[in-house]
């Protein structure tokens, strides 16, 4: 498999739960400040313009909760999701899918507020509301949604890399971690994960 990504972005998840599931693939950097992912090349393997993407022998998959559920599945000895059980990984999917399109989703107005709107001032007020609007998610994870030590108890799942990804948005997104501190005892926790080490020194080095 042929994994697209671009440093400090969305695709850390996929990249960690493709360590961590032993999974073949070779990672091709995607360089934003060159903007390649609006280049011809890219949009060839993702007309979203987006990361990630993963290319396998069926096709390229992206969006990342579909990505985390697909690598999981085919190493089903990494257990990364619990296919066994269809309650619990219908959780695993809430939790994944309140990720991608709520909590990255209010991140994205920081930076990409031209998106949304054309007008300066309006593109300023959505940024001005990033620390609100990302603060309130955080707050919802922290008090119900997570379980702890992992997002669903003693169990590691893929949610855990997605969580741990948003979370290292927080600083930048004028938060403090001491706002959440199960979610910051957690991402301190998966920073010492050998898959996680591996990752970000792939994509950092
Ligand atoms: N829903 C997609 C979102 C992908 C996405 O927005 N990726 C960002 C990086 S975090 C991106 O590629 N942005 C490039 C751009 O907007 O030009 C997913 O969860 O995979």
Redesign the pocket.
Known sequence: MKFYY?P????L??HIVLEEAGAAYQAVR?N?GA?E??GSAYLAVNP?????SLVTDRGVL??????LVYIAQIHPQSRLAPFDDPWALAQVQAFNAY???TV??A??HR??GY?WADDPAAIEAMKKKVPQSVGECFDLIEREMFKGPFVFGDTYTISDPYLFTIAQWWELDGLDPARFPKLAEHRERMRERPAVKRAIAMELG
């Open positions: 671009a400090h972005s969305c695709a998840a996929s995607v934003f903007n992912q609006r979203k313009g987006r990361v990630p992206s969006e990342t909760p579909a990505m990720l991608c399109s990255h989703v991140h994205a930076m990409r998106r």
